[in-house]
């Protein structure tokens, strides 16, 4: 299975922000990277699509990069409604396998 | 608007087979750019990938839930399943069925994110 990293695991930020969260792939996944947001209580989100591409309906403030093993998720001027936990996957070969999070809090 | 909806037992005793139904509304299973996954999260934890099942059938797995796990599509009810037998206290999570955005090729898959997402159900394994 390729094992999914991701740093940091926790964050503590204020509104207008930037932030950075990157995820690592145990292997080359070619551009096959996802990015979900999740909030308590309810079902993760599709953020980004791969590695760079920005789902249709979310804010432009959200931008993925990367390719190969390294990959980033930046928020550019956080807001009060991005607090939540960010998860990466991986969609090169099954099992589709996710990173542990990174919960963005406020500083 | 495509929406997902899972249901099923939200109680499983240990050793029994947890069955749950994710229905599709506002779009069909059968349509060839998607398949249809389940994704579960234990209390607290992250978020583990299951399987999902192409409309013609076709299925994909974690090896780790492998040997107890069947999807199943319902094109006529456009309606997918799950099961996962022979369950412990360790299978107790939220379930979550979704959509898979995929682009077929004759050399392989492309999977381009999970976009569409149930609320989740969730099951508790206990005596």
């Not at chain 1, 969260?21 to 996802?34: E, G, K, V, Y």
């Not at chain 1, 979900?36 to 599709?46: C, D, E």
Request: aromatic share 12%.
């Amino acid at each position: 299975d390729i094992q999914m990293t991701q740093s940091p695991s926790s964050l503590s930020a204020s509104v207008g922000d930037r932030v950075t969260i990157t995820c690592r792939a145990s292997q080359s996944i070619s551009s096959s990277l996802n990015w979900y947001q999740q909030k308590p209580g309810k079902a993760p989100k599709l953020l980004i699509y791969g590695a760079y591409s920005l789902q249709s309906g979310v804010p432009s403030r959200f931008s993925g990069s990367g390719s190969g093993t390294d990959f980033t998720l930046t928020i550019s001027g956080l807001q009060p409604e991005d607090f939540a936990t960010f998860y990466c996957q991986q969609s090169y070969i099954t099992p589709f396998t996710f990173g542990p999070g990174t919960k963005v809090d406020i500083k | 608007q495509v929406q997902l909806q899972e249901s099923g037992p939200g109680l499983v005793k240990p050793s029994e087979t947890l069955s749950l139904t994710c229905t599709v509304s506002g779009g069909s299973v059968s349509s060839d750019t998607y398949y249809w996954s389940w994704i579960r999260q234990p209390p607290g934890r992250g978020l583990e990938w299951i399987g999902n099942i192409y409309y013609s059938g076709s299925t994909n797995y974690n090896p780790s839930l492998k040997s107890r796990v069947t999807i199943s599509v319902d094109t006529s009810k456009n309606q997918f399943s799950l099961k996962l037998r022979s369950v412990t206290a360790a299978d107790t999570a939220v379930y979550y069925c979704a959509r898979f955005v995929v682009v077929t090729t004759k050399v392989r898959d492309y999977y381009y994110g999970l976009d569409v997402w149930g609320q989740g159900t969730t099951v508790t394994v206990s005596s």
